[in-house]
C-alpha cells in the first residue's frame, strides 16, 4: 500500500518527481505526460480507433499537481488543460516497470 502513496511531489521545467511511501524515487517526463493524458478529449473519444489529439504537442509545463483523494493526480499545464486524472497506481507501476507512463 505504502508503494502507491506519494510523500513528496516536485516538478520542474522537463520533469516531474514523486518519492512514494516506501522510500522509491520516481521521475516522470513532462512532455510524455501531457501526451498521454487520459482524458477523454485527449484520447480523441471513447472508441477503440480514437485519434489521440495530443500527439503534435511539442512541449509541455505544468503549472501545479493537485492530489485527487487517495488514488490520483491532476495536472494544470502551462496550455490551462486540465481534465486528465493521473491515477498513482498507474504512475507507480511505469516507474516499477522502467518504462514511460503510457
Not at 471513447?46 to 505544468?62: F, G, M, P, Q, Y
Amino acid at each position: 500500500m505504502l508503494n502507491t502513496i506519494p510523500e513528496k511531489i516536485e516538478f520542474n521545467e522537463k520533469e516531474l518527481s514523486i518519492a512514494w511511501k516506501d522510500g522509491k524515487s520516481c521521475t516522470y517526463d513532462l512532455l510524455n505526460l501531457r501526451k498521454q493524458c487520459p482524458c477523454v478529449h485527449c484520447r480523441g473519444g471513447h472508441d477503440s480507433d480514437s485519434v489521440r489529439t495530443t500527439d503534435n504537442i511539442t512541449e509541455a509545463k505544468l503549472a501545479m499537481v493537485k492530489k485527487v483523494g487517495r488514488y490520483a493526480l491532476q495536472f494544470r499545464w502551462s496550455d490551462g488543460h486540465d481534465e486528465g486524472i493521473f491515477r498513482l497506481e498507474e504512475l507507480r507501476a511505469a516507474c516499477d516497470e522502467n518504462r514511460a507512463y503510457e
